[in-house]
């Protein structure tokens, strides 16, 4: 029979308390860096471009590294984090910023989808009638940019859930303070005899993606209706 030790338990939370709080955060931020790029035309965009879509490319474990040697003791960014108290790497925090990091292009490409097919229309006509940019990103884009948020919030959910490169490099895979479920799994499958126990785990990581997925398809179809 397969069942789950308190420090499995501790795993499966940290590891929706992760992303929950990567997605939740990179939101605000993805919405405006994908209206940038949809609708803003200026010097040096092509970067921008370049920049959201690296990680995709990009091994997570280089990620993961680049992150390290940046928010280290020694790294360039080490300055700022000390100036406000931030206490990043090895902590639960740094697991946050890494799947932050590896799911932000897949936020930005669904909401910028969404974007690009507003109807030009509706935003020339909201401008028509006195709306100035600021209005007519919340009054007119934002509503109708929801099924994208929508897919890129269920997507960086997902991908965050199962993070693992970047994370053990930035974070470490310590029981009870930075081990999620994909990093307890590999130690489980790294110890002759554990093989139920990360078999466990596994169902545990399917039945979540499952129930992300399904969650995203009820609120779509519920937008589709409503429409």
Not at 196 to 225: N, P, W
Request: net charge positive; proline share 5%; aromatic share 8%.
């Amino acid at each position: 029979m397969l069942t789950l030790t308190p420090a499995d338990f501790g795993a499966i939370a940290l590891s929706i308390k992760v992303a929950v709080v990567a997605t939740a955060l990179s939101l605000p931020l993805g919405f405006l860096y994908a209206y940038l790029l949809t609708y803003r035309t200026f010097r040096g965009k092509v970067i921008l471009e370049v920049l959201v879509n690296l990680p995709l490319t990009l091994p997570p474990v280089v990620i993961g590294y680049l992150l390290l040697i940046s928010l280290g003791r020694n790294g360039f960014l080490a300055p700022l984090c000390d100036l406000f108290g931030l206490r990043l790497i090895f902590t639960w925090k740094a697991a946050v910023l890494a799947s932050a990091v590896v799911g932000f292009p897949l936020l930005v490409r669904s909401i910028r989808i969404g974007m690009e097919g507003i109807d030009p229309q509706l935003i020339q006509a909201s401008r028509t009638l006195g709306a100035g940019g600021i209005d007519t990103l919340f009054t007119v884009i934002l509503p109708l940019s929801v099924r994208g948020i929508l897919a890129g919030s269920s997507l960086m959910l997902a991908r965050s859930l199962g993070e693992f490169g970047a994370t053990i490099i930035i974070a470490g895979n310590i029981p009870g303070v930075t081990q999620t479920i994909p990093l307890a799994i590999y130690d489980y499958a790294s110890s002759p005899g554990s093989e139920r126990a990360a078999l466990a785990l596994c169902l545990v990581a399917v039945a979540l993606s499952v129930l992300v997925l399904f969650c995203h398809e009820a609120l779509g179809s519920r937008l589709s209706r409503r429409d």
